[in-house]
Structures are given as structure tokens and as C-alpha cells.
């Protein structure tokens, strides 16, 4: 799509707004998936959740809902990864963004055949391994965000300039965006776009249980936490569940004893099936600002309205350095 407003990752992607709404089990199937890409920004089908035949489903719809390119986000540690890289080749999907693992393994094959490769890192180093590896941008994602995360909790603030500073490829940004002013910061500090989950787990159009939604809704700053730094680090909200884990490391739990207090299923038992006791509810520090459930296309144009009027007021008075 053509417009007199582009920038490196518009043109990239061949988007509108450099706004990606971001790959996320359990919540962004088809449907989020196209709304978002048919409102201008890139949708992404978070496929770490998806036995391969329900990612050809969630393909196949998200085609037929748009005709603007989309991406699919293939996290590494995927055990039928290879049936995941068989589908996005036969469907032709433009755009991949790889998580959890090395991008020397998929980049090349991908980009052979004609992929945009995006990794995501939660640091310098990492990021500039993605680069050498031939991928086409890169998202930062600090510390705020939700989901699966690094272990150096390195925040937004500081991870985007610091990756800046060395990257020569596109940066796009993520953790702890939900709104136009967060997204302006985020631009000022070096990104080429953002990428945004945990608002986008409460539109309509999220695959998340309505339970899941309401209670990102609920959640207030302070309202979560990264934890299971042993397993693999994730953000979840503080409900009973987390409670049990935390009582676990009050009384030095082993790594075998977590694993087996998490169990199997929980992410989907939480934010799929909406038990909000047992269920694991990944969301990021964000959630505080998160007050309604809202058309996806809505929250891309609250975000832009927002972003111009902050750009706008930075110019004025108003700002007094
Ligand atoms: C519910 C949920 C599920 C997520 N699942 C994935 C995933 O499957 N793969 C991935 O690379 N990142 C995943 N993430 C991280 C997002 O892709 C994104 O980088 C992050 O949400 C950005 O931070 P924010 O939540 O503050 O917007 C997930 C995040 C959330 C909230």
C-alpha cells in the first residue's frame, strides 16, 4: 500500500502504519490477524499454540479475510516446527516472525524463498546475531511485556536505544506499548515501528476468553509479574496460580517441582478456556492502561489519533524543554 507517509518499516512490510500487532498464543488467530491488517497495520497469526492443521485453517481464513500481507509468528521451540515452515511455504505467507531460538536455522531457507524474516531478541547481542543472519528487521522486546521474556530484564527505555545504537537494519519496538504516546516514545528512542501485544488480547476480534479479557481489563499497574525464570521466564498476572508458584520459591522449590506444579496446558487452560484460578494468564505491565475491550480496528486508530496529537503538542509550549 502507497502513501506519502513511509518509513522503513511501512515500506518493509508494505503497510500503512508501522503498528504490528503481535504474534501471541491462544489469542491472535485469523480473525485479530486480518482485522488488524485490513485496518492498515501487519497482522500476525501466533502459531506456537497451533497443531499444524489449525494453522492451515487460520491461514486459509486469514487470506480469505484479507488481501494485505499478514505475517505468522513461529516461535522455535515448536516441536512440529518443520510442518509450520512446510505450510508458510505452500500458503505463500510474506511475512515471518521467528522467536525462542537461533535465526541462523530458518532465515535463509525462508528468505530463499522469498519471506520477510523478522526475529525477535532481548538484547544487543542477540540482535545483532539476527541481523548477521540475514533477517530483515528485528523487534526489541523489554522487560514490560507479556508472555515469554529474557532473563537480563532489560527495560524498553533502555533496550531500544541501546539495540539502536549498533543495529543497521529496522528495530521495531515491544514491551509496555499500548498507546499513541507509548508508541511516539518508543519512535523517539530509535524504533522504526512498534509492536504491540497485550492491548491487542483485549479486541474483540482476540481468540483470548472472554474471562481472560476482563480480567487484563481488571489488572492495575503492579498486577504482575515475570516468574518461572527456571523454566522459561514469563509475565503473568497475580492470581492463584502465581500465588502457588510463589509459595513454591518461598520454600526453595527445585526446577523438577516447579516444572511439575506448571504442569501442561495451563496458558490454555487460562487464556483459551478462561479459568482464571488454575490457568497461567500471560499479560504485560501494560494491562494497568488497558480499560475496555475495543474493535481492533479501533485500538489502531486511537493509538494514531494519540500519537499525533502528542507529536503535535511536543512542538508547543506546552513542553517546557
Ligand atoms: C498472551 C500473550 C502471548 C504471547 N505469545 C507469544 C508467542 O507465542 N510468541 C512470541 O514470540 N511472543 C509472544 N508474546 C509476546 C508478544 O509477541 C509481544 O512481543 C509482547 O506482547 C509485547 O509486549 P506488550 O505485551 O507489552 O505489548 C505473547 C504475549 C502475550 C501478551
Redesign the pocket.
Known amino acids: 500500500m502507497e502513501t506519502e507517509n513511509q518509513n522503513r518499516i511501512t515500506k518493509l512490510f508494505g503497510i500503512k502504519y508501522p503498528i504490528i500487532q503481535?504474534?501471541?498464543?491462544?489469542?491472535s488467530g485469523w480473525e485479530l490477524a486480518s482485522a488488524v491488517s485490513n485496518h492498515g497495520g501487519l497482522g500476525i497469526i501466533?502459531s506456537?499454540?497451533m497443531y499444524p492443521h489449525i494453522l492451515e485453517d487460520h491461514i486459509q481464513k486469514c487470506k480469505a479475510a484479507t488481501d494485505r500481507p499478514f505475517a505468522v509468528?513461529l516461535?522455535m521451540i515448536y516441536p512440529d516446527i518443520d510442518q509450520h515452515i512446510e505450510l508458510i511455504l505452500k500458503y505463500r505467507v510474506p511475512i515471518v516472525?521467528t522467536?525462542?531460538g537461533n535465526p541462523k536455522t530458518w532465515t535463509g531457507m525462508l528468505k530463499e524463498n522469498g519471506i520477510k524474516v523478522v526475529h525477535?531478541v532481548h538484547g544487543v547481542k542477540f540482535a545483532l546475531k539476527a541481523e548477521a543472519a540475514g533477517v530483515d528487521a528485528v523487534?526489541a522486546?523489554g522487560f514490560?511485556?507479556?508472555?515469554?521474556n529474557g532473563l537480563d530484564e532489560t527495560t524498553t527505555l533502555t533496550l531500544i536505544p541501546m539495540v539502536k545504537q549498533e543495529l543497521q537494519i529496522p528495530l521495531i519496538a515491544?514491551?509496555?506499548?499500548?498507546t499513541g504516546r507509548g508508541m511516539l516514545a518508543a519512535m523517539a528512542l530509535g524504533a522504526d515501528g512498534v509492536?504491540?501485544?497485550?492491548?491487542f488480547?483485549a479486541s474483540h476480534e482476540s481468540s483470548?476468553h472472554l474471562n481472560f479479557k476482563n480480567k487484563v481489563v481488571e489488572t492495575m499497574d503492579g498486577g504482575t509479574k515475570l516468574t518461572l525464570k527456571e523454566l522459561t521466564p514469563v509475565r503473568l498476572i497475580k492470581n492463584d496460580f502465581f500465588q502457588r508458584v510463589e509459595a513454591a520459591y518461598q520454600r526453595d522449590a527445585t526446577v523438577d517441582e516447579l516444572k511439575e506444579l506448571l504442569g501442561r496446558g495451563r496458558a490454555k487452560k487460562g487464556?483459551f478456556e478462561g479459568d482464571l484460578t488454575d490457568g497461567e494468564l500471560?499479560?504485560?505491565?501494560?494491562a494497568g492502561l488497558i480499560n475496555e475491550i475495543k474493535p481492533a480496528a479501533e485500538i489502531i486508530d486511537e493509538i494514531l489519533a494519540e500519537y499525533a496529537e502528542a507529536r503535535k503538542e511536543l512542538g508547543t509550549g506546552k513542553f517546557q524543554f
Do not use: D, L, T
Not at 500471560?282 to 501494560?286: A, C, F, K, V
Open positions: 503481535a504474534g501471541m498464543i491462544w489469542c501466533g506456537g499454540s509468528n516461535p516472525f522467536s525462542a525477535v523487534v522486546e514490560e511485556a507479556g508472555g515469554h515491544a514491551g509496555g506499548i499500548g509492536q504491540i501485544g497485550s492491548r488480547v483470548a487464556m500471560e499479560i504485560g505491565q501494560i
